[in-house]
């Protein structure tokens, strides 16, 4: 058993009181708050990390998704936004699909489309952005 030290005389024959002293306790537990202060932050800017690798890992596949959908469907070609349904809650999409014009591209132009996607969650405010070109010919 650990007791403070004291300045009482042992009783007869006991030898010297053995304990720490309350410098050593308050050095000790100073030691400790600041440790544990350490850990606490690191596991807190782990858990941030966390969120934000994972946001930046599903929205890329996401929009992917989105834009496959968007080949694979004549009838999606269309500016517009919505969600990923219960699979993904909380990550919507927008689109906006527009003509482009280059004197260079002659007839190709007019089957060629701008498109912009953002992803976004909707707990954090994150954000993922796409631009892409793609020939879309019209709907027939």
Same mark, same amino acid.
């Given at each position: 058993?650990?007791?403070?030290?004291? $300045?009482?005389?042992?009783?007869?024959? =006991?030898?010297?009181?053995?304990?720490?002293?309350? @410098?050593?306790? @308050?050095?000790?537990?100073?030691?400790?708050?600041? /440790?544990? !202060?350490? /850990?606490?932050? !690191? +596991?807190?800017? #782990?858990? *941030?990390? $966390? *969120?934000?690798?994972?946001? &930046? #890992?599903? =929205?890329?596949?996401?929009?992917?998704?989105?834009?496959? =959908?968007?080949? #694979?469907?004549?009838?999606?070609?269309? *500016?517009?936004? %919505?969600?990923?349904?219960? +699979?993904?809650?909380? &990550?919507?999409?927008? @689109?906006?699909?527009?003509?482009?014009?280059?004197? $260079?591209?002659?007839?190709?132009?007019?089957?060629?489309?701008?498109?912009? !996607?953002? /992803?976004?969650?909707?707990?954090? %405010?994150?954000?993922?952005?796409?631009?892409?070109?793609? !020939?879309?010919?019209?709907?027939?």
């Amino acid at each position: 058993m650990w007791v403070l030290r004291s $300045n009482r005389p042992s009783p007869a024959g =006991a030898g010297p009181c053995r304990g720490f002293t309350l @410098i050593e306790v @308050i050095a000790a537990v100073s030691i400790i708050s600041i /440790v544990l !202060l350490a /850990v606490y932050r !690191l +596991h807190a800017q #782990t858990i *941030s990390m $966390n *969120s934000a690798v994972r946001f &930046y #890992t599903i =929205a890329p596949l996401l929009a992917q998704m989105r834009l496959a =959908a968007i080949d #694979t469907d004549p009838e999606g070609r269309e *500016s517009g936004s %919505g969600d990923f349904g219960e +699979h993904f809650p909380g &990550y919507a999409w927008e @689109i906006t699909i527009e003509d482009t014009e280059s004197e $260079n591209l002659g007839e190709i132009a007019a089957t060629l489309k701008k498109i912009d !996607l953002v /992803v976004s969650f909707a707990r954090d %405010g994150s954000t993922y952005r796409v631009r892409t070109y793609r !020939l879309m010919p019209e709907k027939g």
